[in-house]
């Protein structure tokens, strides 16, 4: 999941483990609306998307069930959320102790089952977790059904010793996970084939749900959006290029310079919009005379994300590994109708993504992908094509209201 920073966050007393608020067992849910809790770590908006996930996905449970929330590690101002009340706010964010708060939490609220929402680099900061292990087996000596939705399940092997104990440690984790839990969510195609190639007797419980776009939907109309583009310095006859979230390993900056490049050659004049955290300045790679050609919109509101993205003529999200429905600043831009430009990779559910609704060129070819951003920079009518076509893919496939329907059929007790 990648950032679109904060919607609106407001203050809620905190209860430390040490100074546990106060939890009145919940009354009885309505006839047909069970009870649900779900348990998350937390992390404040400027380094996760994690609050705007949660609060679309309590949108979702909401319409069904009574939900409550149990969040750790919390500092600070905690989130609300109209769809359910945040009963818990454990400090403690692994261990242990933090196993122990829960489950006293877990024992007020009397739920019919827990959706634990499973980051292994959230719930430990080096990724070697032990308290949902731990947790998972208390729930089921307890007798209480759980599902898991794995947002990541491990990070690969590598022949470098601490890595190569990480990644066989997040095996034996997810393994556990897998063998206890009732039902299992992963975000794209290629993490169910690589638990039914590692793990073929858990194969039945797994489902895929993608992650939607986190970003609010929005519509600008023409005049806002010159003014907007003039705003951001775009010229009148230059093509905004843009990019959501562009500070995470799995999308190579390198390719970009070769975009400028080419778009250049072609003398076709250019932006690129950054919008989030970004690695572009530090790249080695990028030449003096691109100093300038990012415009750098750093953190937004989620409404600003929108219209910004409303600005753009096509989007760029290059993936060493391929697009995937796990990908939300992708998402985002089709959701929004911007062309879409990508890659292809081995993450890429070949049903879902082709060249009808977006661009795609393969993955590591710096080359093809600079290609394709000058085939659609070059064509407004193809941009137009291209951004109906990848909005009607998000509608049919990927929105919110279709996930919704789907946590209702994985996560109903």
């Not at 590692?198 to 109309?221: A, F, N």
């Not at 230059?238 to 975009?259: C, N, Y």
């Not at 977006?358 to 137009?384: C, I, K």
């Amino acid at each position: 999941m990648e950032s679109s920073r904060r919607f609106q966050v407001k203050e809620l007393e905190q209860a430390s483990l040490d100074q546990e608020a106060p939890v009145e067992r919940p009354t009885t849910p309505g006839p047909g609306r069970p009870r649900l809790c779900v348990l998350s770590p937390w992390a404040p908006p400027e380094e996760s998307c994690l609050e705007d996930y949660l609060r679309l996905v309590l949108v979702g449970l909401s319409r069904w069930a009574e939900v409550d929330l149990v969040l750790t590690a919390v500092g600070g101002n905690a989130p609300t959320f109209e769809q359910a009340r945040v009963i818990g706010l454990v400090s403690q964010r692994s261990g242990p102790r933090a196993v122990r708060a829960v489950l006293d939490h877990l024992a007020r609220l009397a739920p019919q089952l827990v959706l634990i929402q499973y980051f292994p680099f959230q719930w430990s900061s080096r990724g070697l977790d032990i308290t949902v292990p731990l947790l998972t087996a208390a729930l089921r000596l307890r007798g209480l059904a759980f599902d898991v939705v794995f947002h990541e399940l491990w990070v690969p092997l590598e022949l470098v010793p601490h890595r190569l104990l990480r990644g066989l440690m997040q095996r034996a984790v997810a393994t556990w996970i897998l063998a206890l839990a009732r039902r299992v969510v992963v975000s794209s195609f290629e993490r169910v084939h690589e638990i039914s190639r590692c793990l073929p007797w858990c194969g039945s419980k797994v489902r895929m749900l993608p992650i939607p776009s986190l970003v609010p939907d929005g519509e600008l109309d023409p005049n806002e959006r010159e003014r907007l583009r003039a705003e951001l310095g775009v010229g009148r006859d230059e093509v905004l290029l843009g990019v959501l979230g562009f500070d995470h390993d799995s999308k190579p900056v390198q390719g970009l310079w070769r975009v400028r490049e080419l778009l250049e050659e072609s003398g076709i004049r250019s932006r690129l919009l950054v919008i989030g955290k970004t690695r572009l300045e530090a790249s080695p790679a990028m030449p003096p005379e691109a100093r300038r050609w990012p415009i750098h919109a750093g953190y937004c509101p989620g409404a600003r994300v929108s219209a910004l993205l409303g600005t753009l003529d096509v989007f760029l999200a290059p993936m060493i590994d391929g697009i995937s429905s796990r990908r939300s600043s992708t998402a985002a831009a089709l959701a929004h109708g911007v062309p879409v430009v990508t890659t292809s990779g081995h993450h890429t559910d070949p049903a879902l993504f082709d060249q009808s609704s977006m661009r795609l060129a393969p993955a590591g070819d710096e080359e093809a992908f600079a290609m394709a951003v000058l085939e659609v920079a070059a064509s407004s009518p193809l941009r137009l094509t291209l951004g109906r076509a990848g909005q009607e893919l998000y509608r049919r496939h990927l929105g919110w209201p279709r996930q919704w329907e789907a946590m209702a059929e994985v996560h109903r007790p």
